[in-house]
């Protein structure tokens, strides 16, 4: 009798376990907050760090050929200037000492050009008279071959002219150059960043131009995307992008990926690509070279799908599951997700508009970390 009271006991125990176990696997994913099932637009992308760059020909190093003492400085760091300023002057009376008499030589060589052309046409025209002669038989064979030797000379001596006329209008043209080195101008529009010499000082010619002013066009900025090497396969030309830097925190800036370069970065053993990205001079306006972007790259965006909240999918038996409220019960259903994105989720097949399904509450621990601060969307 007492043993068949234990087994009734132990039989009753398994019972109640098996119940117990039963129920709780039942009611898994039971707790938590009622979603209804709609429909919203989900975007794919991929947060990377980019840095703002000047862009090829934004910085601009103006320098001269000439030597010589600093006459006139017109413009200091932080100044603005615009295409085609006259920014230096630097001491050109020695040039312009040579560039007159350049331009004596030429006229010199002209008048002498002159002179051998009238002596061309006498010798020429006496030629022709010998000619005429000697038909008539008034002259002799001698005289006419004299008068075309005296031609044939005249003729060498206004090509010899010509060719110092050439050669002194050459030389006149660089002098000319040369003194135009005493004038610089600004090459494009934009600010001063650097300034290498003051007024009063001398500057000396050598093999290469004396930088003496840099410009900087600020509206010619790119940004550099650093985008990691497991990220790199999903990055094309033409991707819409999204950024922001700390100096504005509450604004957005947006473009796309220009291109980007094959060659790879190595940083602390970590490859990286670079996507370049055009900035719109507008935005330009407001950046700086060197400032460190927050960058968000799009890679897929889907309008008007089925989503759910990314916390209601959940990977049980090898199966993505979210569990369905319909007449007061929760079971779990197999579904096909698609594109997620920060908040949502799309679902390929599996659900339709207007279902509920339960969000599993999340423990404390299991909250993700606060996201890095940034412009609200």
């Given at each position: 009798m007492k043993k068949k009271i234990i087994y009734g006991v132990i039989a009753l125990c398994v019972i109640l376990l098996v119940v117990f176990l039963v129920t709780r696997k039942g009611s898994k994913g039971k707790a938590g907050e009622v979603?209804?099932?709609?429909?919203?637009?989900?975007?794919?992308s991929t947060e990377?760090?980019?840095?703002?760059?000047?862009?090829?020909?934004?910085?601009?190093?103006?320098?001269?050929r000439a030597t010589g003492a600093v006459n006139k400085l017109r413009f200091q760091v932080g100044d603005y200037v615009k295409k085609g300023d006259l920014i230096v002057e630097i001491d050109d009376r020695e040039v312009l000492a040579n560039l007159r008499n350049a331009e004596a030589a030429v006229e010199g060589q002209r008048r002498d050009l002159d002179a051998k052309n009238a002596q061309n046409l006498y010798n020429k025209t006496n030629y022709e008279r010998e000619q005429r002669?000697?038909?008539?038989?008034?002259?002799?064979?001698?005289?006419?071959?004299?008068?075309?030797?005296?031609?044939?000379?005249?003729r060498a001596?206004?090509?010899?002219?010509?060719?110092?006329?050439?050669?002194?209008?050459?030389?006149?043209?660089?002098?000319?150059?040369?003194y135009s080195y005493t004038k610089i101008y600004a090459p494009i529009s934009g600010y001063i960043s650097a300034v290498a010499t003051q007024e009063g000082e001398?500057?000396?010619?050598?093999?290469?131009?004396?930088?003496?002013?840099?410009?900087?066009?600020?509206?010619k900025l790119e940004m550099w995307i650093y985008v990691d090497e497991t990220d790199i396969g999903?990055?094309?030309?033409?991707?819409?992008?999204?950024?922001?830097?700390?100096?504005?925190?509450?604004?957005?800036?947006?473009?796309?990926?220009?291109?980007?370069?094959?060659?790879p970065e190595i940083k602390e053993n970590i490859v990286y690509y670079l996507a370049i990205v055009k900035i719109d001079p507008n935005d330009a306006l407001a950046l700086k070279p060197e400032m460190t972007s927050h960058v968000r790259i799009i890679?897929?965006?889907?309008?008007?799908?089925?989503?759910?909240?990314?916390?209601?999918?959940?990977?049980?038996?090898?199966?993505n599951v979210v569990y369905v409220k319909s007449k007061g019960k929760t079971g779990p259903r197999e579904?096909?997700?698609?594109?997620?994105?920060?908040?949502?989720?799309?679902?390929?097949?599996?659900?339709?508009?207007g279902e509920q399904v339960v969000i599993p509450s999340v423990t404390p621990s299991a909250k993700k970390p606060a996201a890095t601060p940034g412009p609200k969307k």
């Open positions: 979603f209804t099932v709609k429909r919203a637009s989900v975007t794919y990377q760090t980019g840095i703002i760059k000047a862009q090829v020909g934004a910085i601009v190093k103006v320098g001269t002669l000697l038909a008539k038989e008034y002259t002799t064979k001698d005289s006419v071959e004299k008068a075309r030797r005296e031609l044939d000379v005249s001596q206004v090509e010899l002219g010509k060719a110092k006329v050439r050669e002194a209008q050459e030389k006149l043209k660089a002098m000319k150059v040369s001398t500057v000396v010619s050598g093999l290469s131009a004396s930088t003496l002013i840099t410009v900087i066009d600020p509206a999903r990055v094309k030309p033409g991707l819409k992008v999204e950024y922001w830097v700390d100096a504005y925190r509450e604004k957005m800036f947006s473009g796309k990926v220009d291109r980007i370069y094959p060659q890679i897929e965006e889907k309008p008007n799908v089925i989503v759910v909240p990314n916390g209601a999918i959940r990977f049980e038996d090898k199966k579904v096909t997700p698609g594109v997620r994105d920060e908040k949502f989720t799309e679902i390929i097949s599996g659900l339709a508009e």
